[in-house]
């Protein structure tokens, strides 16, 4: 297992695009235009550290630490900093997404809910 870890890429929060903020909204459909534009493709294994929210407008499956989540329109997808996961662009996606870095969720994280993190990070 050590040795697929160590080649499971680490994907940092892209700061280029949304500045000092640390929250990028992401076109879903859009994005899966681009993958093959990206350096590490988005429908291989890849471990983020920084938080997403994802809010489909479609249905399908997103792995997450190496399981297959079936989501339908209207679910929540979350995946946070340090978790494994990888896109199924098998079929059409639409909807959106909301990446947000760690120093930003430190930051709002005293403002929110205790409930509303325990259910983020579950």
């Known amino acids: 297992m050590a040795e697929i870890s160590s080649s499971i890429p680490d994907i940092g929060f892209h700061y280029g695009r949304t500045g000092a903020c640390g929250v990028e909204l992401l076109d879903l459909g859009s994005f899966r235009r681009r993958a093959g534009s990206y350096r590490n493709a988005p ?17 399908g499956t997103h792995e997450i630490d190496f399981k297959s989540v079936a989501f339908e329109s209207g679910d929540i997808i979350y995946v946070g900093p340090g978790q494994v996961h990888a896109w ?24 929110l809910p205790t409930y509303l993190l325990f259910d983020l990070r579950r």
Request: net charge positive; with cysteine; charged share 20%.
């Open 43 to 59: 429908d291989r294994a890849h471990r983020i550290l920084f938080h997403c929210l994802f809010f489909p407008a479609c249905g």
């Open 88 to 111: 199924n662009f098998a079929r059409a996606m639409s909807g959106s997404g909301l990446l947000i870095s760690e120093e930003f969720m430190r930051r709002i994280a005293p403002l």
